[in-house]
């Protein structure tokens, strides 16, 4: 079974970077999809990003042109570069992946928090203004 183990959060002031990873332990996520959600406090979760494991990649219109996912298989990691950030974007991120059996890759499977299996704990990021 595939774990989860999420690193990168942290304080950054409006406008400044961060980069949260996403760890596999116990196995490879390679042959899975991989996302990124997060919620603010008293928020709903919401969708972030998204890299198929085919490679096609999708992004919340709210990050679009600011975020940046990418996987490195022999790290066997999936990280979210997070530029230009907004105290808007304060919330805990999580990452999750899809099950072995799931195909799908479109925009509207993999941007919904059903379509994952696994979940990490999550890590907090706090803009600042």
């Known amino acids: 079974q595939v774990q989860l183990v999420e690193s990168g959060g942290g304080l950054v002031q409006a406008g400044g970077s961060l980069r949260v990873s996403c760890a596999a332990s116990?196995?490879?996520?390679?042959?899975?999809?991989v996302g990124w959600f997060r919620q603010a406090a008293g928020k709903e979760r919401e969708f972030v990003a998204a890299?198929?494991?085919?490679?096609?990649?999708y992004y919340a219109d709210s990050v679009k042109g600011r975020f940046t996912i990418s996987r490195d298989s022999a790290k066997n990691t999936v990280s979210l570069q997070m530029n230009s950030l907004k105290p808007d974007d304060t919330a805990v991120y999580y990452c999750?992946?899809?099950?072995?059996?799931?195909?799908?890759?479109?925009?509207?499977?993999?941007?919904?928090?059903?379509?994952?299996?696994?979940w990490g704990q999550g890590t907090q990021v706090t803009v600042s203004s």
């Open positions: 999750a992946v899809t099950p072995r059996i799931a195909f799908f890759a479109s925009y509207s499977y993999l941007s919904l928090q059903g379509s994952y299996a696994t």
């Open positions: 890299i198929s494991r085919g490679g096609e990649i």
């Open positions: 116990g196995r490879t996520f390679s042959d899975r999809a």
